[in-house]
């Protein structure tokens, strides 16, 4: 599965942006699919994840402010991100599984929130 993310840039703080990840193939069967945040000098933690099932689970930081959704039809899976704060500030990846637990990356786009 070759993943294309997209939509990052810079915005004020309280803004939003909306990321897209395009998946190569249908994304209807993989079992996992979920976004991924590495800020300078850290680790990449999940953000948010979504499974095949529609269960989703966020990470505290960005509960009630960001929503990630799928549009099978379009085998893109979105990350809605509102009242961003400076500290979201990181490259964001796509990341994708299969259900025998490979794992597939997006290239990374870069989102900077303006203090």
């Known amino acids: 599965v070759q993943l294309q993310a997209s939509g990052g840039g810079l915005v004020q703080s309280g803004g939003s942006l909306k990321l897209s990840c395009a998946a190569s193939r249908s994304i209807s069967s993989i079992a996992f699919m979920g976004w991924y945040r590495q800020a300078p000098g850290k680790q990449r933690d999940l953000v948010a994840g979504?499974?095949?099932?529609?269960?989703?689970n966020y990470a505290e930081s960005v509960k009630g402010r960001f929503t990630i959704s799928k549009d099978n039809t379009k085998n893109t899976v979105y990350l809605q991100m509102n009242s961003l704060k400076f500290e979201d500030t990181a490259v964001y990846y796509c990341n994708a599984k299969t259900i025998f637990g490979t794992p597939y990356w997006g290239q990374g786009t870069q989102v900077t929130v303006s203090s």
């Open positions: 979504l499974t095949s099932g529609g269960t989703t």
